[in-house]
């Protein structure tokens, strides 16, 4: 059995900083072989793609966020991070880590908060 256990989330006012981090664990589970995503779910939305790290550190973002957020992974630590500058009130959602392989089953965390008001 595989878990994502994301946290780092809370309430910081606009122009701050958070970093999430999401811990993947599983007997039979090899991170540096997943590609990792956050996605996340703004209130009363749709659930978005924010940020793509790949198992060879390639990474990519959505626009909303490009220039604010950076996703990184230690595979030596099985985890996967995002750092959240710059933040407005629009970023506010529950963020999800994502874990995907090709040919494997996809996994996911039970999300964190985030929200960004004065």
């Known amino acids: 059995q595989v878990q994502l256990v994301e946290s780092g989330g809370g309430l910081v006012q606009p122009g701050g900083s958070l970093r999430l981090s999401c811990a993947a664990a599983?007997?039979?589970?090899?991170?540096?072989?997943?590609?990792m995503r956050w996605y996340r779910q703004p209130p009363g939305k749709e659930r978005e793609w924010v940020a793509f790290?790949?198992?060879?550190?390639?990474?990519n973002y959505a626009d909303s966020v490009k220039g604010r957020f950076t996703i990184s992974r230690d595979n030596a630590k099985n985890t996967v991070y995002l750092q959240m500058n710059s933040l407005k009130p629009e970023d506010t959602a529950v963020y999800y880590c994502?874990?995907?392989?090709?040919?494997?089953?996809?996994?996911w965390g039970q999300g964190t908060q985030v929200t960004v008001s004065s």
């Open positions: 790290v790949s198992t060879g550190d390639s990474r």
């Open positions: 599983g007997s039979e589970f090899t991170f540096s072989r997943y590609n």
């Open positions: 994502n874990a995907a392989r090709s040919g494997r089953n996809a996994y």
